[in-house]
């Protein structure tokens, strides 16, 4: 079956850094580009950080670039998030997201993780 499990959320102090980890089974990672959303409580939800399935292509939100790093290991079939300088409207719950794929005809859904809570406070 698909699974995305993320990992690797937490209470961080402004100014500090978090990695997330999103861990893909069940469906070929490596033909998808891989995408991480958050989602604040009264707010919608954003589309943070994006990366080409190779690996070659990146692109970011306004209001983490510089500060936010997309990666992919796809011989571990692994999706990466490496934020750095948070700020407390960081403060979100993190989704790792498979975009739908299409090849030819045949088209396969969308996959998204469960989440996990970051919080940037003092």
């Known amino acids: 079956q698909v699974q995305l499990v993320e990992s690797g959320g937490g209470l961080v102090q402004p100014g500090g850094s978090l990695r997330l980890s999103c861990a893909a089974s069940?469906?070929?990672?490596?033909?998808?580009?891989m995408t991480w959303y958050r989602q604040a409580p009264g707010k919608e939800r954003e589309l943070v950080a994006a990366i080409t399935s190779a690996g070659g292509g990146t692109s970011y939100a306004d209001s983490v670039k510089g500060r936010f790093t997309i990666s992919r290991d796809n011989t571990k079939n692994t999706v990466y998030l490496q934020m750095n300088t948070l700020k407390p409207e960081d403060t979100s719950v993190y989704y790792c997201?498979?975009?739908?794929?299409?090849?030819?005809?045949?088209?396969?859904?969308?996959?998204w993780g469960q989440g996990t809570q970051v919080t940037v406070s003092s």
């Open positions: 069940g469906f070929a990672f490596s033909r998808y580009s």
């Open positions: 997201n498979a975009p739908a794929y299409c090849s030819g005809y045949v088209c396969y859904p969308p996959y």
